[in-house]
């Protein structure tokens, strides 16, 4: 099989935007200590803001907002909290207003994934992540709305694009997701006029996360049975760019967006032709053209 002869470079934001943009900025993260959401708590913290992430493993918090301060200079302290429990959001948001005095951005970010096919899959195990990935962002919009609102800021929730097809042993997660996908919808339309934005941030299958790691029995290798457009899987990079994007002032006119962060994987129908081969040389499938090449 032709491999891709183009793999998208990986940016930091830093390079991009200016540094102090998030000056004065305090961003509340759940899933923020660990994977896509702790490198977008740092990325955010690069460009001035302080931060506080939840979780609910609280040693494992600690050392990621020590590191996370350690490497940008900025404050970030680690509550506990399960997003299933709405008591223990409200207490984190009040404890975030009592320690910095403001709330201008949330990243939605806490989930849980494992696969199954339905037919093993109890109601039990589906609940649960429904109740983590979609209650858990109602719960956390509901707790922060109101800090939200007097900083004008803004939520990205992060959800997944398995539910754009059906994706086998996901049917937990796909429900969850577009649930996400929904609630930041209405987000979007409710708190527009009190100055909130909402956008959805859908990451591909990301290199180096847990993720990764369970949908894809620990493979690392970024190239090997998998091409999309740009080549390569998702990097953490790559989806902290675009929170980077979404929370900036470039971003302020979007709102109610869904934005996939997966090197365009959901457009590609290689079921059709051999993939990128085809692409790369047309001559591979010269019998089935028409046009010139
Ligand atoms: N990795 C991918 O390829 C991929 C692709 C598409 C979408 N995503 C999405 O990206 C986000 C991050 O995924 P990741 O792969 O980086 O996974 P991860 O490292 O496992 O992150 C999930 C985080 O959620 C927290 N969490 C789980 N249950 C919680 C609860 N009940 N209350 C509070 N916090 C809870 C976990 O912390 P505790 O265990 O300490 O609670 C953990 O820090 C998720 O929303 C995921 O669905 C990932």
Known sequence: MTSSPYFAPVNNSISTFKDNIFEGKVLFCTGGGSGICKGMTESIMRHGANAVIIGRKFDRLTEASRELSERTGRTCIPIQADVRQPQTLQAAAERTMEYFGRIDFVICGAAGNFMSPISGLSENAFKTVIEIDTLGTYNTVKATIPHV???????????????????PYQV??????AGVDAISNVVAVEEGPHGVRSNVLAP?????TE????????????????????GRFTEIHDVANVAVFLFSPAACYITGQV????????????????????VVDPSSVRKLLKGKM
């Open 149 to 167: 609102r007097a900083t004008k800021g803004a939520y990205v929730h992060v959800s997944a694009t398995l539910h754009y097809r059906g994706t």
């Open 259 to 278: 934005l996939p962060v997966d090197g365009g994987a959901e457009h590609l129908r290689g079921d059709f032709f051999p993939y990128p081969s085809s």
């Open 211 to 230: 993720g990764m790691r369970v949908m894809s029995g620990n493979k690392t290798n970024k190239t090997e049975g998998f091409s999309n457009p740009l």
């Open 204 to 208: 591909g299958f990301t290199s180096g």
């Open 172 to 177: 937990h997660v796909s429900a969850a997701k």
